[in-house]
């Protein structure tokens, strides 16, 4: 987390408003203009975590049960979670190899006539490959949520993410390109579905007493809203220390063999979050386990492919086995039969390392000098 001054002072502007819920006060209102400003859409609707973004948008595109939506199986679980919230039917297609998120390939081949939407994950600051999603999605009249919680300020094609698909949803957890605590945005172009955010955002109450669709209480907070403000001014500057520290550590790993770094794809102008290498167990003679035991700095990212975890290989969500039993399914699915070759090689070899504002330049030469004794032994 990187706060100051200035975001205690936001929170007692707040506190000495006595406004403390978006229903009175404007720091939301504020932190939802300047948002979409940043992110070049028309609408923003702020949320209280990114996992509620995500909620909402499925369910500001009416998706529920019976249908499908694909999403990569390497991310961390409210991307798949979210659909299962709506009663919905998670279908995982594999990752790219290089850049890690969703392989328009794979997803072709997950493409059925109920496929509703797809969920394709910007990862660590990386986008996803969206001109290939797109034309997959435009073809079948599918629609695209982006999951940008860990890409705040990416580019691709010259276009931040959140701005590209149907819906965007970004989270500011304290881990995140910036935070509000806990904390979340979906962003979209579309006037009725900005709506229909709001909506769901506030019990599906347009005014007092008027109940016109379901929704939940997933309102922001004005001390959110402050923060939030404040922290998004100070993101350019984080960015570039991100994207520093990222290319300070590919630099020193890409003279370190059997040690990779992250790969940028061309369409991708980066907003790193943290980063992400990947070892070759044969030349180092270590596996990613062992790598981990001996690089205490290190963490572990997404140690399985989602569809291995319990929650999908015993298929665990609503009782009397919704929504994979539900009747307007109709279709037999098993995780257990899965099997996505590059995820399954990729969660065997990758691991994280933090590149957060606060680090200092010796945190990360150390980092570097613990790489390079590993990769030597
Ligand atoms: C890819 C991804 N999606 C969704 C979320 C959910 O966001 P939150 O923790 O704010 O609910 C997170 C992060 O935490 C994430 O990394």
């Known amino acids: 987390m990187n706060l100051s001054n200035e975001e205690q002072e936001a929170v007692i502007k707040v506190m000495e408003s006595q406004m403390l819920t978006l229903l009175h006060g404007t720091?939301?209102?504020?932190?939802?203009?300047?948002?979409?400003?940043?992110?070049?859409?028309?609408?923003?609707?702020?949320?209280?975590?990114?996992?509620?973004?995500?909620?909402?948008?499925?369910?500001?595109?009416?998706?529920?049960?019976?249908?499908?939506?694909?999403?990569?199986?390497?991310?961390?679980?409210?991307?798949?979670?979210?659909?299962?919230?709506?009663?919905?039917?998670?279908?995982?297609?594999?990752?790219?190899?290089?850049?890690?998120?969703?392989?328009?390939?794979?997803?072709?081949?997950?493409?059925?006539?109920?496929?509703?939407?797809?969920?394709?994950?910007?990862?660590?600051?990386?986008?996803?490959?969206?001109?290939?999603?797109?034309?997959?999605?435009?073809?079948?009249?599918?629609?695209?949520?982006?999951?940008?919680?860990?890409?705040?300020?990416?580019?691709?094609?010259?276009?931040k993410v959140g701005s590209l698909g149907t819906l965007g949803c970004f989270s500011f957890y304290p881990s995140k390109n910036i935070t509000t605590g806990e904390g979340g945005m979906i962003t979209t172009n579309d006037d009725k579905l900005a709506d229909q955010c709001r909506l769901i955002r506030h019990h599906g109450e347009p005014s007092w007493y008027v109940y016109n669709r379901l929704g939940y209480n997933y309102r922001m907070t004005e001390i959110q809203g402050a923060i939030g403000n404040v922290q998004l001014k100070k993101l350019p500057k984080f960015i570039e220390v991100r994207n520093r520290n990222a290319e300070f550590l590919s630099n020193a790993v890409d003279?370190?063999?059997?040690?990779?770094?992250?790969?940028?794809?061309?369409?991708?102008?980066?907003?790193?979050?943290?980063?992400?290498?990947?070892?070759?167990?044969?030349?180092?003679?270590?596996?990613?386990?062992?790598?981990?035991?001996?690089?205490?700095?290190?963490?572990?990212?997404?140690?399985?492919?989602?569809?291995?975890?319990?929650?999908?290989?015993?298929?665990?969500?609503?009782?009397?086995?919704?929504?994979?039993?539900?009747?307007?399914?109709?279709?037999?699915?098993?995780?257990?039969?899965?099997?996505l070759p590059n995820v399954e090689l990729i969660t065997t070899e990758i691991f994280a390392l933090d590149i957060h504002p606060k680090m200092t330049q010796a945190d990360l030469e150390e980092n570097v000098r613990i790489m390079r004794k590993l990769a030597k032994n």
């Open 255 to 339: 003279q370190i063999e059997g040690i990779s770094s992250p790969f940028v794809p061309e369409y991708c102008k980066p907003a790193f979050n943290y980063w992400i290498g990947r070892i070759n167990p044969k030349e180092i003679g270590l596996n990613k386990n062992q790598f981990i035991e001996r690089f205490p700095k290190s963490k572990v990212l997404y140690p399985k492919p989602l569809y291995k975890t319990k929650l999908f290989q015993e298929k665990i969500a609503y009782p009397k086995g919704c929504p994979w039993s539900c009747p307007f399914y109709g279709k037999e699915i098993d995780y257990k039969t899965v099997s």
């Open 27 to 159: 720091y939301v209102k504020q932190f939802e203009e300047n948002f979409a400003n940043y992110i070049g859409v028309k609408h923003a609707i702020g949320v209280n975590t990114g996992t509620a973004a995500l909620h909402i948008a499925l369910a500001a595109l009416d998706i529920g049960p019976g249908d499908e939506v694909i999403v990569p199986p390497f991310t961390f679980i409210a991307t798949a979670s979210s659909i299962l919230h709506n009663n919905a039917i998670p279908i995982f297609a594999d990752i790219d190899p290089k850049s890690y998120t969703l392989d328009p390939e794979s997803v072709k081949e997950k493409i059925t006539n109920r496929t509703k939407a797809i969920i394709p994950v910007h990862l660590a600051g990386i986008s996803a490959d969206m001109e290939s999603l797109q034309k997959i999605a435009e073809r079948d009249a599918i629609h695209i949520i982006e999951d940008a919680a860990q890409s705040i300020g990416t580019l691709c094609n010259g276009k």
